[in-house]
């Protein structure tokens, strides 16, 4: 009856671990569902607002007011790692950490060697990692994911513009996850600072890609104003695809192991009543032992 004991023990408590995971893929699809919501209905205007910018910053490149456009040799990076604040999610940090680790290993290992790539981390998964590596991480803002809204992540934004335009870093990349849907996720390292230029391809002839604008008030008026509102939009959708990402990825890995918690409680209930089976088979023989015995 011992082995009984131990099935029963185990069976309840899988059945809890069950209920929690279940909990809390329902909470992830409730918060996917508006971040999912406020993602799409942002992507289409960041996206045209950019294509806006790199047209504009080709246009205006030969001009001294254009500072986010300029190009420097590549000698201090800035890497901006957007993960989150906690784990249960698959391998959605790991992903992300990995990402970071290999750019410092690969594309900027000269820069890494010279102590010349710093980090500002978002989520406080990357935080933790960076930090106990001794990675340089001058900023973290665990707190962003907390309120979540585009006035705190124009702060972050503010910051980074103005380090760029102060040449404290040549280039400051983006490393977040975009949001495809709840199960797919695509890790992206985007060029934040400076505005990279829009390339002509093979499709798209060159006249189509560069537009000629006409600046109303005036060119000043535009660069002052709409590249900083710009880049502080593109800040915050990459949070925004972050945050909903991170919910897509526990949604997909709570339901999973849901199924895993449902599948063992099948294989346990087999074997608790096997283990019953053999415990009622053993107390027959032992009364129809003992009534022969006593009939001898």
Known sequence: MAGLKEVRIRIASVKSTQQITNAMKMVAASKLRKAQTAIIKLRPYAAKLREILQNLSATIDSSDENVF??????????????????????????????????????????????????????????????????????????????????????????????????????????????????????????????????????????????????FEPDQETIVRELIPKTLRIQLFKAVLDSFASEQGARMTAMQKATENAKDLLRDLNISYNKARQNAITNAILEIVSGAEALKG
Do not use: W
């Not at 993960?83 to 680790?101: E, H, P, Q, Y």
């Not at 690969?106 to 933790?128: D, L």
């Open 69 to 214: 456009s300029q190009e420097r040799k590549p000698e201090k990076i800035l890497l901006v790692v957007i993960a989150s604040n906690r784990g249960l999610c698959g391998a959605f940090n790991s992903n992300i950490i990995k990402m970071g680790v290999n750019l410092t290993a690969t594309t900027y290992h000269q820069q890494f060697v010279q102590n010349n790539v710093s980090f500002i981390t978002i989520g406080r998964k990357a935080t933790e990692y960076f930090r106990k590596r001794k990675y340089d991480v001058i900023e973290s803002h665990d707190e962003l994911f907390d309120q979540l809204t585009f006035a705190n992540a124009s702060v972050l934004a503010e910051k980074l513009m103005k380090s760029f335009i102060g040449k404290e870093y040549d280039r400051i990349d983006l490393i977040y996850n975009q949001f495809k849907n709840a199960a797919v996720q695509r890790l992206i390292v985007e060029q934040y600072l400076p505005i990279a230029p829009t390339s002509p391809t093979a499709q798209e002839p060159l006249s189509k890609v560069e537009s000629d604008y006409i």
